[in-house]
């Protein structure tokens, strides 16, 4: 069965499909050692690697690079070879950008600049991240870090108002919320839940 996940297909499947359509087009090359060179085994040890990477998540071209690069794969059959994967479709760096961003802004609750610094980390082109961050609805992002406060409220009931504030609005700091947001939906929340929290804005970390 596969899985819903356009990117945990069978990737070796999609190799061989790949190969046999542009076969007859391109012929392979003489299996000659002599004519093959060294470069033969070290293409086939990197379209092993890439295939382990690509099964079960996708990755981005940047990781898979860097991965190369670790085993000691040659620049230049790597550069070929992820070029090869990008033309069918087992890489692409702005379908993984809008499903990371989708996955971690409704499974985590990470705001825009969390997601962007993520992104930033795998090595996603800045405006493929920004074209995959303007999906994300502003309301959504109020909504995930009200959703956030709340299920926090019950670990600060025992602890002063001041260390509160200080909680909630420094946990929604480290997922990426902006100041104006944060205030804003701690003030929000603390005063449904009872409390007093005129002076969110002085603690706000």
Request: proline share 6%.
């Amino acid at each position: 069965m596969h899985s819903s996940d356009p990117h945990s297909g069978d990737v070796h499947e999609g190799v061989a499909a790949w190969l046999g359509a542009h076969g007859p087009a391109s012929p392979p090359p003489p299996e000659d050692p002599e004519a093959l060179g060294p470069d033969a085994d070290a293409e086939a040890v990197a379209r092993k690697i890439l295939l382990d990477q690509l099964t079960g998540r996708a990755r981005s071209r940047s990781e898979l690079a860097a991965k190369l690069a670790k085993k000691a794969v040659p620049e230049d059959v790597a550069e070929r070879l992820l070029t090869r994967f990008e033309e069918v479709g087992l890489i692409d760096d702005q379908e993984f950008a809008r499903s990371w961003v989708q996955s971690r802004q409704s499974g985590k609750g990470l705001a825009r600049r969390a997601l962007a610094q993520e992104l930033r980390r795998k090595g996603i082109d800045d405006q493929v991240a920004r074209d995959a961050l303007e999906e994300v609805d502003p309301d959504d992002e109020v909504e995930s870090a009200r959703i956030l406060v709340r299920r926090k409220l019950r670990s600060v009931q025992r602890v002063d108002r001041n260390t509160a504030i200080r909680r909630l609005t420094g946990m929604l700091a480290r997922k990426g919320y902006p100041p104006g947001v944060a205030i804003r939906v701690v003030r929000e929340e603390l005063e449904a839940a009872g409390h007093d929290a005129d002076d969110v804005v002085e603690h706000f970390d």
